[in-house]
C-alpha cells in the first residue's frame, strides 16, 4: 500500500492562530480524505480532496473553517483556522484508488490548543 | 445518531485465547465493512475487510464474520499476541450508494492481550 507521510506530527497551537497540515504520498492515488478524531470519538470525514477543484465538506464542516488544496495527486494540505480549543483532536489523512479499496491512513498529527 | 457501535470500550484476554470483538451498524444500505487496528501515535492500519455477498472472510489468525439480518459483525482473533493490543476500529460503507463509498467508522475497542 501507498506509503503516507504527514506533518507535522503534533503541535500547539495558540487560540485564534490557524495550522496547516501537509500529506504526502509516495504515489499517485485517486482519491484523498482528511478525517477527525476528538477525544473519545470516532474517525469523522471532514472532506474529500479533489485534485484541481474545491473539496467536497461532509456535513457540519466548511470551507472557511478547513480550507483543503490538492495540487496534484500526491499532496494536499488541511488548514485549520481561527483555532479554538473544541479544534483539539487528532487530524488524518487517508487515501484510496478505487472505491472497492480500503483506505489507508497517515499517523495523524494531534493538535492541541492553549 | 451513531451508524456504526462498537458498544464495548475495552476488552482484556489473556495470550493464547481468543479474542472477538463487536460491531453493530443501523444502515441496511452499508455494503461493504472493514477493521482498523490502531496503536498509540500510529494511524489506523488496515485489517481485514468483507462485502455484504459474504458471511465470513478469513485471514490468518483473524476473521470477520457478517451478520446481515442482524446487522452485526465480528472480528475473531485467534490466537491472541500481546502484540494485538491495539484499538480496534470497525467502519462501514455503501459502496454502491451516494456516499462514494465514504468509511463510517465507530468508536473503537480498546483491546489488551495479555502474557
Known amino acids: 500500500s501507498a506509503v503516507i507521510s504527514q506533518k507535522p506530527s503534533r503541535d500547539i497551537c495558540q487560540r485564534g492562530t490557524s495550522l496547516t497540515i501537509q500529506c504526502q504520498v509516495d504515489?499517485?492515488?485517486?482519491?484523498m480524505f482528511w478525517y477527525r478524531q476528538q477525544p473519545g470519538q470516532s474517525l469523522t470525514l471532514i472532506a474529500t480532496?479533489?485534485?484541481?477543484?474545491?473539496?467536497?465538506?461532509e456535513s457540519g464542516f466548511v470551507i472557511d473553517k478547513f480550507p483543503i488544496s490538492r495540487p496534484n495527486l500526491t499532496f494536499s494540505t488541511l488548514t485549520v483556522s481561527n483555532l479554538s480549543p473544541e479544534d483539539s483532536s487528532i487530524y488524518l489523512c487517508?487515501?484510496?484508488?478505487?472505491?472497492?479499496?480500503?483506505?489507508?491512513f497517515g499517523d495523524g498529527t494531534r493538535l492541541s490548543i492553549l | 445518531d451513531q451508524q456504526v457501535k462498537q458498544n464495548s470500550p475495552s476488552l482484556s484476554v489473556q495470550e493464547g485465547r481468543i479474542s472477538i470483538l463487536n460491531c453493530d451498524y443501523t444502515?441496511?444500505?452499508?455494503?461493504?465493512f472493514l477493521w482498523y487496528k490502531k496503536y498509540p501515535a500510529e494511524g489506523p492500519t488496515f485489517l481485514i475487510s468483507?462485502?455484504?455477498?459474504?458471511d465470513k472472510n478469513e485471514d490468518g489468525r483473524f476473521t470477520v464474520f457478517l451478520n446481515k439480518s442482524a446487522k452485526h459483525l465480528s472480528l475473531h482473533i485467534v490466537p491472541s499476541q500481546p502484540g494485538d493490543s491495539a484499538v480496534y476500529f470497525c467502519?462501514?460503507?455503501?459502496?454502491?450508494?451516494?456516499?462514494?463509498?465514504?468509511?463510517?467508522f465507530g468508536k473503537g475497542t480498546k483491546l489488551s492481550v495479555k502474557p
Open positions: 487517508s487515501v484510496r484508488d478505487n472505491y472497492n479499496q480500503p483506505q489507508h
Open positions: 504515489s499517485q492515488v485517486t482519491m
Open positions: 480532496a479533489n485534485q484541481g477543484s474545491e473539496a467536497t465538506y
Open positions: 444502515n441496511s444500505m452499508f455494503d461493504y
Open positions: 468483507i462485502s455484504s455477498i459474504k
Open positions: 467502519a462501514a460503507s455503501e459502496l454502491n450508494g451516494g456516499s462514494q463509498g465514504n468509511l463510517i
